[in-house]
């Protein structure tokens, strides 16, 4: 069973920045495509970003410019860098692998 676990949430001001990671066990993670998605409250669930094995990487557009995906596959891990916060970017943040295995979510705040 595939485990996913993200860090790195909780409250910062609006302009500031976070790192979200995410650790992966129990798959072959190199090869996997991994993606972020959030949840603001009330909303449906959006994806926001997504890296394939090779390292190519896409964005919504609400984020495009201001949140870096990367990967580092001898860590399993993934890392959402988010900077330029607004608070509009208030929500839970998800990891998935592949959209068949979630990570437990992470909160994260952006208010003054």
């Known amino acids: 069973q595939v485990h996913i676990v993200e860090s790195g949430g909780g409250l910062v001001q609006p302009g500031g920045s976070l790192r979200l990671s995410c650790a992966v066990s129990d798959i072959i993670f190199s090869i996997t495509p991994m993606r972020w998605y959030r949840q603001a409250p009330g909303k449906q669930r959006e994806w926001v970003a997504g890296?394939?094995?090779?390292?190519?990487?896409n964005y919504a557009d609400a984020v495009k410019g201001r949140f870096t995906i990367s990967r580092d596959n001898a860590k399993n891990t993934v890392y959402l860098q988010m900077n330029s916060l607004k608070p509009e970017d208030t929500a839970v943040y998800y990891c998935s692998a592949a959209d068949a295995a979630w990570g437990q979510g992470i909160s994260v705040t952006v208010s003054s």
């Open positions: 890296i394939t094995g090779g390292g190519s990487a």
